[in-house]
């Protein structure tokens, strides 16, 4: 059997990778952060990173998105080697639509003419095609009754919902969300990781990195444990979560799931608590 078809992810796995990283080695100055990195994302498969603190996860998109030099190994998206400041470059970046944590819309534009930027700017699409693209995409994220407001009159999850069109607008192969909800009020999470789960359903390729474990175990396909410089474990979100293979998995996993006990050093390891398995 040919070594792609023995991938457990179904019909997926039988095409080539969107993206393919080999011995990635990233350093700074000194301090070496990504050691040794490798794995593969298939189309539409959505892949979890997860990891402590400092573990170099933001670091890896900026590599993915040829925004950081790196110094070992290969980056290779839809084929082609991503190398920063290397004249493909550009392309490359139009395909991936990059999430931050804290938005990054332009301020001074509103919902839509944020959105409608790059396609007119970029791609050369007429302003009226591209604003009927647009509120399609608001509709999409549920944001249609805002599409005149400024970023300062929208709360950080309708903000983020725009970013996430303003990505989706590009319509790129492979979307990156670095820690997504993390800047925003407990009550406007949901409402941006059901966006997200759509987009999952569509058949979207994700890379998500995120510490919303539930949204990991329902919505990923694979989940990447990063530490120390290398993926520790990867695997199915649930064995991770439910039954990791290795120690320091285990202590991350219960130190997200559940920080008092963590603090305390009186983690239990043996299972998801009920409101996390299910959302
Ligand atoms: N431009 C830079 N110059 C020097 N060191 C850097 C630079 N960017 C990141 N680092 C270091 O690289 C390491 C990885 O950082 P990175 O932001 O990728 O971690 P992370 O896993 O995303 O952490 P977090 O969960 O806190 O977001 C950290 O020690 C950080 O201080
Ligand atoms: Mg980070």
């Known amino acids: 059997m040919p070594n792609n078809l023995k ?9 080539e990778p969107i993206l393919k990283v080999e011995g990635l080695v990233k350093r700074f100055g000194d301090t070496t952060v990504i050691k040794e990195l490798s794995f593969e994302v298939q189309p539409g498969q959505v892949v979890v990173l997860v990891g402590p603190s400092g573990t170099g996860k933001s670091t890896f998109l900026r590599c993915v998105n040829g925004l950081e030099d790196i110094q070992g190994g290969k980056i290779i ?9 290397h004249s493909n470059i550009t392309a490359i970046r139009r395909r991936i639509g990059m999430i931050f944590q804290n938005f990054n819309l332009y301020p001074h534009l509103t919902a ?7 396609p007119v700017k970029v791609l050369k699409e007429s302003p009226e095609s591209a604003k009927e693209r647009a509120m399609e995409l608001f509709r999409k994220v549920r944001l249609e009754h805002r599409a005149t407001a ?7 999850g309708e903000q983020q919902r725009v970013a996430i069109a303003r990505a989706l607008a590009m319509n790129p192969a492979l979307m990156m969300f670095d820690e997504p909800t993390s800047a925003l009020d407990p009550e406007t999470v949901g409402d941006v ?6 987009l999952a359903a569509e058949g979207r ?25 290398y993926v520790v474990e990867d695997g199915p979100p649930s064995e991770l979560l439910n039954n990791p293979k290795n120690d320091r998995t285990r202590q991350f996993v219960n130190s997200v799931l559940k ?17 996390i398995a299910a959302r």
């Open 7 to 15: 991938s457990p992810n179904d019909a997926a796995a039988q095409d």
């Open 77 to 85: 998206f839809e084929g082609e080697e991503v190398k920063a400041r």
């Open 112 to 118: 839509v003419e944020n959105v409608t930027l790059a």
């Open 150 to 156: 400024y970023p300062g009159e929208m709360s950080g």
């Open 193 to 198: 990781l059901a966006v997200m789960e759509e």
């Open 205 to 229: 390729t994700m890379l998500v990195v995120t510490h919303e474990m539930a949204f990991a175990d329902h919505v990923g396909d694979r989940m990447l444990f990063m530490d120390g410089g």
């Open 259 to 275: 920080p008092e006990a963590a603090m305390k050093g009186t983690a239990d390891s043996s299972e998801v608590p009920p409101n």
